[in-house]
């Protein structure tokens, strides 16, 4: 599924979706642990009917706490206000 739904489908994932549909058809179905049998047409429906978003990231956010992986980010900020008195 995940070869399915990225933005760029390597050459694999061609081959690994034959792979796949060869053997459920094979098998005459894919059996699922709550003992029902799913069809390659169900099967290409349900891979077809998943969707993936992509939300846009603010690019001053923060991924991950501190920051980045590293944990040595900067943040977006403006310079102290040192005229006030507080």
Do not use: C, E
């Amino acid at each position: 599924m995940a070869y399915k739904k990225s933005r760029r489908q390597p050459p694999a994932s061609r081959k690994l979706w034959k792979v796949v549909k060869d053997r459920v058809s094979a098998n005459g179905g894919l059996k699922l642990p709550n003992d029902t049998t799913v069809s390659v047409k169900q099967l290409q429906a349900a891979m077809d009917a998943f969707l993936v978003k992509h939300v846009a990231t603010n690019p001053h956010d923060w991924p991950m706490v501190n920051g980045n992986l590293p944990r040595n980010a900067q943040a977006k900020g403006s310079p102290p206000m040192l005229d006030y008195v507080l």
